[in-house]
């Protein structure tokens, strides 16, 4: 059963981070819009952000 | 070569380019994807002649100006081309940072830099082929509300973490664990609940809070009263060393309630309309007599303004041209032109069909009669929403119930018996009896209904049109452009064969006319060429065209002269006849009707046969009413024709559970004055504006939808409702006689939830296919 002592613990850290994760994303914006981005996937780049790209490699 | 291979694949009635579903067989679904295709380039400068330069004045820029942002209602969003497309923008105009769009939204976000003009990416925007309105700062919600939303979403989180993890300890400790491993689950339990209890739950202490203060029962004062009466329970008998704890299942019906709530939420946001769409007249543009460009909002009185053809008339005035063809049906319903002469008063809302006119100013944009209408419109709308709905009031219902019962058990029971035991048993009835079924499958009924609606076609303004829909008894129907196509078809000519060169020089004459007869004539000749030899083309106003066609001979010239005249009253069944005279002599009579929809007639039977009652209300002529009115099986008692807006809304007020559709400025009000509003596809915006539901589909067919999806959603909820009910009595009853431990409420809680889920989800199958 000792083995409760660490698993547990682990268990709800992982939950935490997981949790935190989501966190994260939801206010990064991530669920604001569900649809266009799963569009916008496929489209080439626009000229100016390769530009910026380019630029700084 | 390649590309010719692909075509074969790709069938006719998919976009060449995203490969969407497209009508009529055509090659792009939008223009878009023909430009994407196309390999376009376009990087001008629209410094000249851009009709948006008032854009850039500080006083207009600032109304719209959001934290750098500017946001656009995009109407013609199609396919993700047109998604790639306007996100190009800043390839195109340097000035421009950052073009988002949000399809589900049809919102366009755009960032400027601070040298960036505004009118630039309008034009822009108009040349890619969009309609776009610049949406004001103060009615844009979607900014404060994707960080509310968002604050949802993290509690929802919360609540869900918390729920599954208890769920494991509290099986652990039903399972039998003992020694350290029990002492250590037992108190883990209570830490985990803390989350929930002080975050994710937050949301009902305010709802119950308020129920409190305004003294009305609402389902957030129960929720509240269990969650925090079964964490004090629990809590004790986690220090009293016993094992029965409600914190697992309160914690999981904690987290169902708000993901139904916020499912909720998510569908109305995205399906009920996205933005308070202004007037479309505010984007239109005029000219001063001294050319200098304006928008309607700018007009001020006395200005005398030019209104190009096809154009709407901004503001009540004078004619100041000497005559002019106009279209009141968006604000009357009379569905023929009209020919105005000088000096007659124009409204707001007339259709300018002749050659450029100019206008005097009478009032402003917002002193019009059509505003005024508009205003008492909105009024309407706010008495309207306050509306209890029926699972409301249920849930009230439950609630004093449950309580009373349980106060009650507890004085007699405690009296007799214990109080410990009172306590225990009354606490599990107020758990176990929590209104699930009403605070989570109506809020799932209707989420379920309204995107069945929306893939239908028809969009909900409003969310209470479901519940309103079962007890419509009236349905007001307007006649043009709603019951009848709203556009003129020919229907007869005389000789029944026009030979083509004929026709060509019909439609020669018609060439430059907006008159409806023009457009009817050039919809039924498509495939004819039109005449380019007609010379000395004169529109007589009201009653036709005339022109010549020159025949050089060798010796003098011959000169053909045709016309086209109106005839008088007409005889057949139609609503108007024209004659084409050459050099004087009849030479063809062409009929034109505007004719019903074909699903009018079989619409309107359809509706009587379920025992409502159909009325015609019409701003157009009585012989016009009662011809069509009969013909779609409507009673002559019930069709009301020459009324007035005003006298539409009277109408209407007189009967009890109506429901009204229409489409143009005249139904405004009548829409907004019935218990269901329906604007049809095409209506302009402020009708739309106005009423609860949205054909976006053409013609009425979505009306057979609506009432269907209504009777899906009625059922369901009632047979949920039906459940709630012999759960709550059953479940409450063990309750008071004791039957009912934590272990057993763990257990009926998710049954009686999934069993409301499953049955909201079977409620919408079509299961025979019609």
Request: net charge neutral; aromatic share 12%; glycine share 6%.
């Amino acid at each position: 059963m000792s083995v409760l002592i660490l698993v547990i613990p682990m268990a709800l850290l992982l939950g935490a981070g997981f949790l935190y994760a989501f966190f994260w994303a939801t206010s990064s914006g991530q669920f604001d819009d569900l649809t266009t981005p799963s569009m916008r996937m496929l489209d080439q780049d626009s000229k100016k952000l390769q530009n910026n790209k380019e630029n700084n490699t | 070569m390649e590309k010719t291979n692909l075509d074969l694949h790709i069938s006719n009635e998919h976009c060449h380019y995203c490969g969407t579903t497209t009508s009529h067989g055509q090659r792009y679904c939008c223009s878009a994807c023909e430009k994407l295709d196309s390999d376009f380039a376009f990087v001008k400068d629209y410094k000249e002649s851009n009709p948006y330069l008032y854009l850039d004045k500080p006083e207009y820029s600032h109304t719209f100006i959001n934290e750098n942002q500017y946001h656009f209602f995009i109407e013609n969003l199609q396919c993700s081309s047109c998604v790639h497309l306007i996100e190009k923008i800043p390839d195109f105009y340097s000035e421009c940072i950052l073009a988002r769009v949000n399809f589900g939204q049809n919102l366009l976000t755009i960032e400027l830099s601070a040298k960036g003009q505004l009118s630039q990416v309008a034009k822009l925007i108009e040349e890619l082929g969009y309609n776009a309105y610049l949406i004001k700062k103060a009615d844009l919600e979607s900014q404060s509300r994707h960080l509310k939303n968002r604050e949802d979403l993290k509690k929802i989180a919360v609540a869900g973490a918390v729920a599954g993890n208890l769920m494991i300890f509290a099986f652990a400790i039903y399972a039998g664990a003992d020694g350290i491993a029990l002492q250590f689950f037992r108190w883990m339990n209570l830490v985990l609940f803390l989350p929930l209890l002080l975050y994710s739950a937050q949301s009902f202490y305010v709802g119950a809070w308020n129920s409190i203060k305004y003294r009305v029962v609402h389902i957030d004062l129960p929720i509240v009263i269990a969650l925090v009466s079964s964490f004090a329970f629990s809590t004790y008998n986690l220090i009293q060393g016993s094992n029965d704890f409600y914190f697992d299942s309160t914690a999981s019906f904690i987290f169902l309630i708000l993901l139904a709530r916020y499912f909720v939420k998510i569908t109305q946001q995205y399906y009920l309309s996205p933005v308070r769409l202004g007037s479309s007249l505010v984007n239109q543009k005029y000219t001063l007599l001294d050319h200098t460009p304006v928008v309607a909002e700018q007009i001020k009185i006395g200005d005398v303004f030019k209104v190009s053809a096809d154009q709407m008339i901004p503001v009540d005035g004078i004619l100041v041209s000497p005559k002019a063809l106009i279209d009141t049906s968006y604000y009357n319903g009379e569905s023929m032109p009209q020919v105005f002469t000088e000096a007659l008063q124009v409204y707001s809302g007339f259709k300018n069909l002749s050659e450029p006119i100019l206008i005097q100013a009478l009032s402003t944009m917002q002193g019009s009669e059509l505003n005024k209408l508009l205003t008492q419109t909105q009024d309407h709308l706010f008495i309207k929403n306050n509306y209890i709905n029926l699972s409301d009031k249920l849930a009230q219902r439950l609630v004093t119930t449950v309580f009373t019962l349980a106060g009650l058990f507890f004085i007699f029971w405690g009296y007799f018996h214990s109080y410990q035991e009172s306590f225990n048993r009354v606490l599990a009835l107020i758990v176990v009896a929590c209104p699930c079924a009403l605070a989570f499958g109506s809020p799932l009924t209707m989420a379920i209904a309204f995107k069945k609606a929306q893939k239908k076609g028809i969009a909900l303004r409003n969310a209470n049109v479901f519940e309103k829909l079962n007890h419509v008894k009236n349905i007001f129907f307007d006649k043009t452009g709603t019951l009848t196509q709203g556009q003129l078809t020919l229907i007869q000519t005389w000789p029944e064969q026009i030979n083509e060169e004929l026709k060509s020089i019909i439609l020669g004459l018609e060439k430059k006319s907006y008159h409806p007869v023009a457009f009817a004539l050039r919809a039924a000749w498509k495939n004819t060429a039109v005449s380019p030899s007609l010379t000395h083309i004169k529109e007589t106003f009201g009653s036709g065209v005339k022109g010549q066609i020159i025949i050089p001979t060798d010796l003098h010239d011959l000169i053909d002269t045709y016309e086209i005249k109106s005839l008088p009253e007409n005889m057949h069944e139609d609503d108007l006849a024209v004659v084409v005279l050459k050099n004087g002599t009849a030479v063809a009579r062409l009929y034109f009707n505007d004719q019903l929809r074909l699903e009018s007639k079989d619409l309107v039977h359809k509706l009587q046969l379920k025992n409502l009652n159909c009325y015609l209300l019409t701003g157009d002529k009585k012989s016009r009413a009662l011809l069509k009115g009969q013909a779609c099986g409507i009673k002559q008692d019930y069709i009301f024709s020459e009324l007035y807006p005003e006298e539409k809304k009277a109408i209407i007020e007189k009967y009890h559970s109506t429901m009204m559709i229409g489409d143009g400025l005249n139904d405004a009000l009548a829409l907004s004055a019935s218990d269901i509003g329906i604007s049809i596809k095409g209506s302009s915006h402020l009708t739309i504006d106005s009423s609860d539901v949205l054909f976006l589909r053409g013609g009425l067919e979505p009306l057979i939808e609506l009432f269907k999806i209504g009777s899906q959603a009625d059922h369901t909820l009632k047979r949920n409702l039906t459940l709630a009910l012999i759960y709550n009595i059953t479940a409450g009853t063990f309750a008071l006689l004791g039957l009912i431990n934590p272990f057993w409420a763990a257990v009926l809680m998710p049954m009686s939830t999934v069993l409301v889920l499953i049955s909201s989800l079977l409620g919408f199958i079509d299961w025979r296919n019609t």
